[in-house]
């Protein structure tokens, strides 16, 4: 039998071992969260961005400027507007460039970001097969045509992954009252470039970027621009003007971003340097931009000096 001393000397060496885990578990923990929480490496920036940036050729053609004079790589993560912004929610990216303003605005409410500034425009066109079944070349706004395909219950497809092209498109077949489904309407979950291609194998109508459709015609020899106008300045849906805007993540919500590679890209993209690219890209191959500078910047210096 044992000694109450011995019991107590038991007592106290299970404590300590108890202890001794516990301690060693909160450490583990703790490394973890720190390591979780480590800033990314100074010379990477995780960009965050739908798709139409990426598949028009736009950051193709401006990013390397910038990776030159910030000495970075940049990463670019191309997705739909939503899965952009949830990855910015995550702490997964440094900086985000999306085409959504309600929900960029939501994402700043959210306190993920400080602040939203705008960089560019363009607009979304309604394209088609040749044929126009639904017969949506004649009408003038976006509403209509809806309305239409639906009526002929014409093939649509919808890049159905919670993007800012479908954000759109889902707020046109409102406008129409219409909830659309059936065999005739094809959510793909997928970017605006694979949608494309789906459409044109399917002779479908989709909704696309301007700048998406342009990069990517001459790829699609069934279908054909059906609503939109040769250029922005002819669309004649003003609804259909489709605003982007950039957000640097918030490092007091998310500290292990790369703050300071992500307050050196959006102020290089706003500035009137950047934006005179953008306002460029696309002028010899389309003889338009496929995209528009928009940042407050850049409207300043086009202002004459009195």
Known sequence: MLTPAARMDGAMTHIRSRF???????????AATAAAQAPVKPGVLRLATTTSTDDSGLLRAILPAFEKLCACRVDVIAVGTGQALEIGR?????????????????FIAEHHA??????????????????????????????????AIAAAKAPFASRGDNSGTETAEMAIWASADLKPAGAWYRSLGQGMGETLIVANEQRAYTLSDRGTWLAMRDKLPNLR????????????????RNRYGV???DPRVHPGVNAEAARKFVEWLVSPETQRVIAAFG????????????SDRWKASQVPAR
């Open 20 to 30: 001794a885990w516990v301690l060693v578990t909160a450490c583990l923990a703790a």
């Open 90 to 106: 995550r702490g997964d990216a440094d900086v985000v460039l999306t085409h959504a303003y309600q929900s960029e605005l939501k």
């Open 114 to 147: 400080r602040e939203r500034f705008d960089v560019m425009y363009n607009d979304f066109v309604v394209v088609g097969p040749a044929a126009d079944p639904a017969k949506i070349a004649s009408r003038r706004s976006a509403r209509e045509a809806f309305a």
């Open 225 to 240: 621009l059906l609503l939109g106008g040769r250029s922005i300045a002819e669309n004649p849906d003003f609804a259909l």
């Open 247 to 249: 957000m640097a993540v």
């Open 283 to 294: 002028m010899t191959r389309f003889g338009q931009p496929l995209f528009y500078p928009d």
